[in-house]
């Protein structure tokens, strides 16, 4: 059995599972129910679906010891309850808000808010064409302040995409899933033990250094990066490029691998191509800057011109005449 029961409750009667909402490599999540505060909820379970298995009272998990083995099961139970207080530590409009952390059944659950909406790959298919530029500019500024609660937490969300970009019936964005499943790759890396990970997520998404496993080169520059990745991807509805034809796309502007709508504007080509820069020096090195970049006023193109013409120096006195 891979999951829970409806019905089955948690922490004494607590919390109700209802239904499942969704299972991943590293758990199950659930829609569930708070009887203490009669609300809606959403519980994770860690259930590693190649490495957990279910007693016959349907509860208790246990590692099969086919997998991992029992030491690493052991620990990647602990990086995911780790992970959860981190999480549950973080309070931000948009991230979701993780409010309780315990263990029972022998696994690991954390309960967080239902978001009642749905996330960003969802809306895609749905509407069935790419988000206008301000849709998505009213995006941006979201993200860059959940990121900026996490990476001053030190903690990197590695799995930026759409599909983990929900959306509220407010249009208020919330980040979730982040990348435990990169946690646990370090963590094996780091006993010694090869990886052979077949990433669920769309390779292009991912930058050099989480593709060539250079874990040590990670940092916030790969979040940025995948950010980049996820505007193309939502301005456009098609796949970002894989690194490597970024690569040997010798052009300024990567029209051949990142072709864009024309109707976007000059900033927002920028932007993008900036996170997408292959090499890490080259891109940001953190939130405050995109947002310096962003808030930098916008010259219309007679004013452009003039600044390549003359310099910034002539330029004030130009227009002011």
């Not at 669920?200 to 980049?228: H, K, V």
């Not at 940001?284 to 910034?312: H, M, Y």
Request: net charge negative.
């Amino acid at each position: 059995m891979q999951h829970l029961q409806p019905n089955t409750t948690l922490q004494g009667g607590k919390y109700r599972i209802e239904r499942v909402l969704g299972q991943g490599g590293f758990g199950n999540t659930y829609v569930g129910y708070n009887t203490e505060f009669e609300e809606t909820v959403a519980i994770k379970e860690f259930f590693m679906p190649c490495d957990s298995i279910r007693e016959d009272n349907g509860k208790r998990v246990l590692c099969n010891q086919q997998g991992l083995g029992l030491e690493c099961y052991l620990e990647a139970k602990e990086n995911f309850k780790e992970l959860a207080k981190h999480l549950l530590a973080i309070k931000n409009d948009h991230i979701i808000d993780v409010s309780d952390v315990f263990e029972e059944n022998d696994t690991v659950y954390y309960v967080m808010e239902y978001i009642d909406g749905e996330n960003l790959k969802e809306r895609m298919n749905r509407i069935g064409h790419p988000m206008t530029e301000e849709e998505v500019s009213l995006i941006i500024p979201q993200l860059l302040d959940a990121m900026l609660s996490t990476h001053d937490d030190g903690i990197c969300h590695l799995d930026l995409k759409p599909s983990n970009i929900m959306m509220d019936k407010a249009k208020r964005i919330k980040l979730i899933d982040f990348g435990f499943k990169i946690s646990i790759d370090l963590m094996l890396e780091d006993k010694g033990i090869v990886v052979d990970t077949v990433y669920t997520t769309i390779p292009s998404y991912y930058p050099p250094e989480l593709l060539g496993r250079r874990y040590q080169r990670i940092g916030p520059w790969t979040d940025f990066y995948l950010l980049g990745a996820t505007l193309y991807n939502l301005l456009t509805n098609e796949h970002p490029p894989h690194f490597g034809d970024l690569i040997d796309d010798k052009r300024e502007d990567k029209h051949d691998t990142l072709p864009m709508p024309s109707n976007l504007t000059p900033k927002m080509r920028k932007l993008i191509l900036w996170l997408m820069k292959v090499r890490i020096d080259e891109r940001p090195k953190s939130v405050n800057e995109i947002q310096d970049f962003l808030a930098a006023p916008t010259f219309t193109v007679q004013e452009d011109n003039c600044k390549k013409r003359f310099g910034r120096t002539l330029l004030g006195k130009i227009f002011r005449q």
